[in-house]
């Protein structure tokens, strides 16, 4: 069998794997097909998910759900405007021997995990939030400086709420960035909410099941990177993110009044990324421009901004991002 061949039984295992992962999750879960398949997105490009929503939507439950589903070893930290880096990190502590010898010894924090709960991020000081950067992005910490690697795979999946920012301390553009994809948790619609209500108020509740091991998920971020992306998908992604930069020859004239800043070269790397994890998990060999125009308002909302003229006007980034990339799609489809 040739590796073209290999890579596409790998692929179709692969699909009726994930379908029957998010079957799984969806009995405790319930509804809100979208939120689901974005978190199953961060975790198989390897990268981090931010849940923004408000409470009661159901954000813990799924990352618990993931937990189990995904057979990742997860903790949870409830991030406090008290919460200190060692919180997260761990810290050494000086053992007493019974001879009298003293050593330090390290006890690690809940970050030594695969899949870390960070519920509501932004309510942590500033200094506890950038001790969470290293972690995401190099998948080590350093502590009494001596580097350690944390869980493999290991992901952070933060939850913000976006109305309630009193007391709280905005991520940072750079952080911000660290995130694959925001997940915006809406409101469900009137049927999923009764079938949340009868599934979730009696003596017994539906249970999920393992589906991955370790090994397995690895493996599915090892395909990922493999497979096979056309010339004209990358290209779309290329036009889609230089688009929405102001200083661009390209940009349109409302991106150039509207854009404080773009999105630079990782948007267009999780891009890549994000459009495989869409086609794997509707079971597709290759993904597509519909892809592509999928995935940008979740790859690309936190990683640009308006400006202080669009925002008076009560103009909407999601908005500019669904219009610019439908405009591409036309425009493309035209030529």
């Known amino acids: ?85 060692a919180d997260i990190l761990g810290s ?34 500033p200094r506890t939030q950038s001790a969470l950067l290293q972690a995401m992005q190099e998948k080590t910490v350093t502590v009494a400086g001596q580097s350690r690697a944390l869980g493999v795979p290991f992901h952070v999946l933060a939850t913000q709420n976006p109305i309630e920012q009193e007391g709280t301390y905005p991520l940072p553009e750079a952080q911000l960035d660290r995130f694959l994809v925001q997940i915006d948790v809406a409101y469900p619609d009137r049927d999923t909410e009764r079938d949340i209500l009868l599934a979730t108020t009696g003596e017994t509740e539906e249970q999920s099941s393992q589906v991955f091991t370790t090994g397995e998920l690895l493996a599915a971020q090892r395909l990922l990177r493999r497979m096979p992306v056309g010339e004209s998908v990358v290209e779309m992604i290329l036009d889609l993110v230089r688009a929405f930069r102001p200083e661009e020859e390209g940009a349109s004239a409302r991106v150039r009044e509207s854009v404080a800043w773009g999105p630079g070269p990782r948007a267009a790397q999780s891009l890549m990324l994000a459009v495989r994890a869409r086609a794997l998990l509707q079971g597709r060999l290759a993904p597509s421009a519909e892809d592509v125009i999928d995935m940008a308002r979740p790859v690309l909302s936190h990683r640009m901004a308006l400006n202080f003229a669009a925002r008076a006007r009560g103009d909407s980034l999601q908005g500019l991002i669904e219009e610019t990339a439908a405009s591409l799609s036309g425009t493309k489809a035209a030529a």
């Open 1 to 85: 069998m040739s590796d073209a061949e290999d890579m596409v039984a790998e692929i179709e295992t692969l699909g009726v794997k994930l379908a029957e992962a998010k079957q799984s999750i969806t009995r405790r879960f319930i509804g809100q097909e979208r939120v689901v398949e974005l978190t199953l997105t961060a975790l198989l490009c390897g990268g981090h998910g931010l849940l923004i929503g408000l409470p009661g939507l159901g954000k813990t439950r799924l990352v618990e759900t993931l937990s189990t589903v995904m057979g990742l070893d997860g903790n949870r930290v409830q991030f406090t405007p008290d919460l200190m880096p």
């Open 92 to 125: 050494e502590v000086l053992d007493t021997a019974e001879d009298g010898s003293r050593r330090f010894r390290f006890i690690e924090g809940p970050v030594f995990c695969q899949l870390l709960m960070a519920d509501e991020i932004n309510r942590a000081s």
